[in-house]
């Protein structure tokens, strides 16, 4: 894909949490413009027209189906007085990753770009708001948050996500193949480019999205991320642990209404890897009955989970359950933690030690759960299909792109006309995978037809 | 003996398609020129297929004409066929192609060049390069005549160490019979130049008398033609026929029974060759669920019999090719006039290219054509002029001209070869233009006649018609979106008749327009004070409205990718100092030193992030207190 400057870009810029406010921020020149699109403030006043720096309550319409999706405060700062030098727009909205991720879906569809990694602070760098000192520790988070990103989409994208991408990303080449092949060899002997192709191979395409995006819909959004079920008998402090993980990180609760009980997910990033906390409630709610843990019920989470974080008591003997448990976990993709009471100091091998009560060890096991995921040793399952935000956002523009693709091949549009928008729906496509778009719509023209003299 | 022969302001070595386009660019801009060929017989000489244009190739030969270049005049003078392909299509994909009258070609572009003041044509083979200091100073031919000079052009095409392959005769040889250059090849790389070895080839021609045309199908050109150069009015020519047949099983049989006595196949040949040109001996090979491929016939002029063979080029031996051909329907009994082969010849690798086209090792050295990786007269053409062009930029120390992806083909082709390299001979298409709408072959002139008056290779008068037909354009667009089409059952009645929805608000012409089923013709009914205005006007007033919105599109598009372009990267930029870059961007980077961020983004393994990181890099770099 290609990125410019004069983009105006967006992006969620804080908050993940249900609890928390959610703000998505524009920068760039169209920033009022776009947001003026979905915002309609109580006031009446178009945030073109608004006030430097003041805050407007109102309401984001989603302009296709007239809807609220949310009612937020938003700021307009011109540039040069923003963070990023620029035309900014900050919508502050209640939160949760549905209404922040719609909004931003929303501001994208209304002409905004996705940020890159690092983008809202190298604008503020290149239009002079950060000194010289700063820009080189910018460059490394840049440069540390791209490398990641990349190991990450190779660890995510190893099982169907990627297989599912691929069949998408193949037919639309097919289809390009076709199209590009007759453009260029007008005369020769070459699978003939008809209307009824071109349909079905969007529509085919069309189909593969809308699937992918109904998955992700059901499962993925709220699942994206490395499954890490806490384990241990009752007051062994997994409670505590987890919210020690979750402090200071993002976090995003989601309640799964379950058949018999609540199960608590908590998604964390950690070091950009997005790692998914179940809270063993049902565990919780059977804690009168003295020493039961549930020798059963743990294996079974544990057998649904991508890491296990098996906690137990230090200074204390394994109980014969804790012993049926280890045996049942697969050591490769288990962390054992020992939790430090402040009354024992004894020590055990192979065990990470933490203190939930001084709060200490935890960076450290932070750490190692990162480092699992990017060793490759743990990796997200690969039933679930895993899509964050910003990668549901380019399949539905991808979808979007080429619905109006569509529209042009029915109204007989020329080819090289059409061609440019399923083009850009490829290019949006390889933007989840973050693979740039090559020559293979040539190099597969040479592949597949005999053609030249 | 070497002696001090002459002295002048720009050598191009080489009189081929891209030599006589920039000899002329440049004796044309007042630079006295001396034109070096290794043969005056072989001067813009066609050694493969008669014909220029066609699609991609046909925009190139367009922009060469807008620029002030000869390509597209020569052919309109001496052309026997023409046709616009693509015409079911939309209009940025229509091309161009005609076929030539190859000797009529040749011999006009030399008498062109024999009058053309500044310019003095030699035969003389250029053996090696002076350079000094990183500067080229002159050229010394096999002869001993030292020509001193401020800029050089080397458009060598494929005489560099040329070699000729028909089955096991192997030797070394130019195209077309002529000898090859051997010596020059060695100069190159004692300068420091590293080369490639590439591959091509041609296919037989025969004899007009031996063949029953009966038998093939009839492949007539257009009326009207429509011309190449903008300069051209009309062409009245009785156009002669092409001809289309097809391969059979038994052909295919004989390839496959002989494929060990090809030298493609034996490994003689390391060259590497076009995929969009391969031999039929690759053709069968690696398509050998086909049981046909198509053969053009072509003739190769008017006062000649020989008729080229488009579709079996080849590099079996002489017995094998003869065999095979005569399977072919139409040519039982045909008789070989020259035989087919492949010529193999070293090329430069053109990353060791600026975007002028100059050495970015040797200053006042420029490359062009085909020893730049590129295939085909009109690449090689396009490149020839730019070449021309920037050579006189150099020797007056003004800044090169350069055209962008969004201008020009020609950007793109000189864009392509210079960030990615060549990995087979670089051939146009359509499909490498990403912004393809705006690239248009009947727009060519608006977007480069400009360019051509500012380097004054665009006469003043000619300036000033192109001025006007462009005032023309503009009146008539703004004309129709004044004419408004009232929602009455008379002109509902005439939509209706045009199989167009009935409209109940009055609307513009102009948006009228957008209908598909709607044109620019079909439309005269609602316009009663319709002006008389030429062909190529109303055909792109008609493209202009049609897709007004999706020509915007492109135009916001091209806005954003400008602003990349427009930064440029300092020669001695040393990557590894920069901190965040990944290893294989430095690399790269360090490879093909990009003059400008938008190439560096371009170039194969450099991430966004990166492009991010080297922006910010040099961007601190300015704002360092000297």
Redesign the interface.
């Known amino acids: 894909?290609?990125?410019?400057?004069?983009?105006t870009i967006a992006a969620i810029s804080t908050g993940m949490g249900s609890a928390g406010i959610g703000i998505v921020r524009l920068s760039g020149e169209r920033s009022a413009q776009i947001a003026d699109k979905i915002f309609k403030g109580v006031s009446g006043v178009p945030l073109t027209r608004a006030q430097n720096q003041k805050l407007y309550y109102g309401h984001i319409i989603d302009p296709q189906t007239g809807q609220t999706v949310d009612e937020v405060l938003v700021a307009y700062m011109r540039g040069p007085n923003s963070y990023t030098a620029e035309d900014v727009v900050e919508i502050n909205c209640h939160g949760g990753i549905v209404p922040t991720g719609k909004i931003l879906d929303l501001v994208i569809n209304g002409g905004a770009r996705h940020a890159?990694?690092?983008?809202f602070t190298?604008r503020a760098?290149?239009n002079?708001r950060i000194?010289?000192t700063q820009?080189?520790s910018?460059?490394?988070v840049?440069?540390?948050?791209?490398?990641k990103a990349l190991q990450l989409s190779v660890e995510q994208l190893n099982g169907s996500l990627k297989k599912r991408l691929k069949k998408i990303d193949d037919v639309l080449i097919d289809v390009l193949v076709l199209i590009?092949s007759?453009?260029?060899?007008?005369?020769?002997?070459i699978e003939e480019l008809t209307k009824e192709k071109v349909l079905a191979h969007i529509d085919e395409a069309l189909e593969l999205i809308e699937n992918l995006i109904e998955n992700g819909k059901n499962s993925a959004v709220f699942r994206n991320g490395i499954k890490t079920v806490i384990l241990g008998k009752p007051n062994v402090g997994k409670s505590s642990l987890l919210n020690l993980l979750t402090d200071n990180e993002r976090a995003i609760v989601t309640e799964i209404p379950g058949t018999t009980r609540d199960i608590i997910e908590e998604s964390i990033i950690i070091d950009s890897v997005p790692f998914i906390l179940t809270d063993t409630a049902g565990i919780r709610q059977t804690e009168n009955v003295v020493e039961q843990i549930g020798v059963e019920r743990s294996l079974e989470y544990a057998s649904h989970a991508d890491l296990i974080l098996f906690l137990k008591e230090s200074g204390q003997k394994l109980s014969e359950d804790e012993r049926q448990i280890i045996d049942g976990l697969d050591p490769d993709k288990t962390i054992f933690v020992s939790n430090k009471s402040d009354l024992s100091l004894e020590e055990l091998e192979n065990w990470h030690k933490i203190s939930v009560k001084n709060e200490s060890g935890i960076k450290e096991l932070k750490k190692q759960m990162v480092d699992l995921v990017m060793q490759g040793q743990v990796e997200a399952s690969q039933s679930s299909v895993l899509l964050n935000e910003r990668q549901m956002s380019l399949l539905r523009q991808t979808r979007d792109i080429l619905k109006h693709a569509r529209e042009g091949v029915l109204?007989?549009?020329?080819?090289?006309?059409y061609s440019?928008e399923i083009?850009e729906a490829l290019e949006n496509l390889r933007a989840i995978t973050g693979e740039?778009i090559?020559t293979d719509?040539?190099d597969t023209i040479?592949e597949r037809f005999?053609?030249?003299? | 003996m070497a002696y001090q022969a002459g002295d002048y302001d720009v050598i191009v070595i080489g009189a081929g398609h891209a030599g006589v386009e920039a000899a002329l660019a440049s004796a044309r801009r007042g630079f006295s020129t001396l034109l070096l060929t290794i043969n005056l017989d072989s001067v813009a000489m066609m050694p493969c297929n008669p014909s220029i244009g066609g699609t991609g190739k046909g925009h190139l030969v367009r922009e060469i004409d807008a620029l002030g270049g000869e390509m597209g005049k020569n052919i309109d003078a001496t052309m026997i066929q023409a046709r616009m392909l693509n015409t079911a299509k939309g209009p940025a994909v229509h091309s161009l192609r005609a076929q030539a009258d190859k000797k009529a070609y040749q011999q006009r572009m030399k008498k062109i060049i024999e009058d053309q003041p500044n310019l003095t044509l030699k035969q003389q083979e250029a053996v090696e390069l002076i350079i000094e200091d990183d500067k080229i100073k002159g050229v010394v031919t096999k002869t001993g005549a030292t020509y001193s000079c401020k800029a050089c052009v080397i458009a060598t095409g494929t005489y560099l160490k040329g070699r000729i392959f028909i089955g096991d005769v192997q030797y070394d040889g130019g195209p077309n019979g002529l000898f090859p250059a051997t010596e020059l090849s060695n100069s190159l790389i004692e300068s420091g130049f590293e080369l490639q070895r590439f591959k091509t080839g041609t296919p037989a021609r025969v004899d007009k008398n031996s063949i029953d045309f009966s038998k093939m199908i009839i492949q007539e050109g257009d009326d009207p033609i429509v011309p190449f150069s903008f300069e051209t009015e009309e062409i009245n020519i009785d156009q002669e026929p092409c001809y289309l047949t097809y391969t059979t099983p038994k052909a295919h049989e004989i390839i496959m029974e002989n494929i060990d006595r090809s030298p493609l196949y034996t490994g003689d040949v390391v060259g590497i060759g076009p995929r969009y040109c391969p031999s039929i001996e690759t053709k069968v090979m690696r398509f050998s669920d086909k049981d046909r491929h198509q053969i053009f016939m072509e003739p190769e002029g008017l006062n000649t019999n020989e008729i080229y063979v488009q579709g079996m080029s080849s590099c079996l031996p002489e017995d094998v090719q003869i065999a095979v051909y005569r399977e072919v329907p139409g040519m039982e009994n045909v008789e070989f006039m020259r035989s087919a082969y492949a010529i193999e010849y070293d090329c430069i690798y053109p990353t060791d290219l600026k975007a002028s086209l100059e050495s970015k090792q040797v200053k006042g050295l420029f490359f062009a054509g085909q020893i730049n990786g590129t295939s085909g007269y009109e690449e090689a053409a396009a490149q020839g002029i730019i070449a021309g062009i920037n050579a006189c930029q150099y020797i007056l120390h003004e800044k090169p001209l350069i055209l962008d992806r969004s201008q020009a083909y020609i950007g793109v082709l000189i864009d392509d070869i210079i960030t990615k390299g060549t990995e087979e001979p670089y051939r146009m298409m359509t499909s490498r233009a990403e912004y393809r709408l705006l690239l248009r072959q009947d727009n060519a002139d608006k977007r480069l006649t400009p360019i051509g008056h500012e380097y004054g290779l665009i006469s003043d008068e000619r300036y000033e018609r192109f001025l006007k037909k462009q005032r023309a354009i503009e009146d008539e667009v703004e004309r129709l979106k004044k004419v408004k089409v009232k929602p009455t059952e008379e002109e509902n009645e005439k939509l209706k008749e045009l199989g167009s929805a009935a409209i109940k608000n009055g609307i513009s012409l102009a948006e009228l327009l957008r209908r598909p089923e709607l044109t620019y013709e079909n439309t005269a009914v609602f316009d009663e004070e319709r002006p008389e205005l030429s062909a190529d006007i109303v055909s792109e007033v008609g493209v202009i409205l049609k897709y007004e919105g999706y020509i915007k599109k492109q135009m916001e598009q091209v806005k954003k990718f400008r602003k990349l372009e427009k930064k440029r990267i300092p020669e001695d930029l040393n990557y590894g100092d920069i901190k965040g870059l990944r290893l294989e961007a430095v690399e790269k980077l360090g490879r093909f030193r990009p003059e400008t961020i938008g190439q560096a983004s371009r170039i194969s393994g450099v991430s966004p992030a990166d492009i991010s990181v080297l922006q910010i890099y040099l961007e601190s770099k300015k704002h360092v207190p000297r």
């Open positions: 894909m290609k990125y410019s400057d004069v983009d890159q990694p690092g983008e190298k760098f290149l002079g000194d010289l820009a080189e910018v460059m490394d840049i440069g540390a948050k791209s490398e590009e007759n453009l260029d060899y007008p005369e020769y002997d109204i007989d549009l020329p080819e090289e006309i440019i083009n740039s090559g719509v040539i040479f005999c053609i030249g003299k």
